[in-house]
């Protein structure tokens, strides 16, 4: 016997809504999204033709197949090794840089709370824009003037950009997190410090673990394209074997990129799991 429970005698059904209708903000919002999307199409020069012609894919395959031929010198694995740990390095102290100056910032660019004035919340959020804004390889560029040739350029430079990126992200995060235990502990006159310690940041504390995280990520990948204005790492080593035409060593520099996001990868993967437990 059925348990479905028959339709009421007053119940009003609704059609389902039109695919387009001209009151539908979000409907106008994706049409211009897809005008945009053919009119950048139309504007850029995509010679598809040429890109698809017999003689570049004849060049392509010539390319790709010096590069699955990676040196297997033993003088130059023993650079390339070193040039991996520094990349390394460098992502791991940019990250780690970037994750305290982005907490620091994103407590004041926060409004945590109802009545909360956030004075400096513009302020904060105006720095956290000009911080991420600027890539990584400008502020390589700058801080070279001032460091000179090495990782500690790059270093920095990661540390400045994901700044932003994180202090924007932990800002959000902040402002989204329940105001119940909060508004619990301010009712019992808790100062706002023992509330951001107990109450706030230990609810979005996992979020800002995995924003931290998928950001190291990114940087692994930053760090050797740093090296190529002479940050050190892996990118230096491409930097000078790739304008060189030396295909073999630049091949066994792209695996030692490969093997390293993909360890990183791993790594930030069961961090994840062991947080979430």
């Known amino acids: ?28 919002m994706v049409a211009g999204l897809l005008a945009l999307v053919v009119a950048s199409f139309w504007s850029l020069d995509l010679q598809w033709g040429k890109f698809l012609s017999i003689d570049a894919l004849r060049h392509m395959g010539r390319f790709l197949a010096e590069l699955l031929a990676p040196s297997t010198d033993a003088r130059f694995l023993a650079r390339l090794l070193p040039a991996m ?15 305290v100056f982005g907490l620091l910032l994103a407590l004041p660019a926060a409004r945590t709370h109802t009545g909360d004035p956030a004075r400096w919340r513009g302020a904060s959020r105006l720095l956290l824009n000009a911080l991420r804004s ?11 003037v001032a460091a000179g040739l090495g990782p500690l350029a790059g270093t920095l430079a990661l540390a400045l950009h994901t700044t932003g990126v994180l202090g924007r992200l932990f800002a959000e995060g902040l402002e989204n997190a329940p105001e119940g235990p909060g508004f619990a502990l301010r009712l019992r006159g808790v100062g706002e410090g023992r ?7 230990p609810q979005v504390l996992p979020q800002l673990v995995s924003y ?11 760090a050797a394209v740093l090296g190529v204005v002479g940050a050190g790492g892996l990118g230096q080593l491409l930097a000078f074997h790739l304008g060189l035409f030396q295909m073999a060593e630049t091949s066994s520099v792209l695996a030692a990129m490969l093997v390293l ?3 990183v990868d791993a790594a930030s993967y069961f961090a994840r799991r062991v947080m979430s437990r």
């Open 261 to 263: 996001v993909l360890g």
């Open 134 to 144: 600027v890539p990584e390889l400008m502020w390589a560029a700058l801080l070279l």
């Open 85 to 99: 740990l520094e990349t390394l390095a460098m992502s791991v102290v940019g990250t780690l840089l970037a994750a």
């Open 1 to 28: 016997m059925s348990s479905r429970r028959p339709p009421a005698a007053n119940q009003v059904y609704r059609l389902p809504p039109p695919l387009f209708d001209a009151r539908c903000r979000a409907c106008w």
């Open 195 to 201: 509330v951001l310690l107990y109450a706030t940041l």
């Open 212 to 222: 931290t995280l998928y950001r190291w990520e990114n940087n692994i990948r930053a």
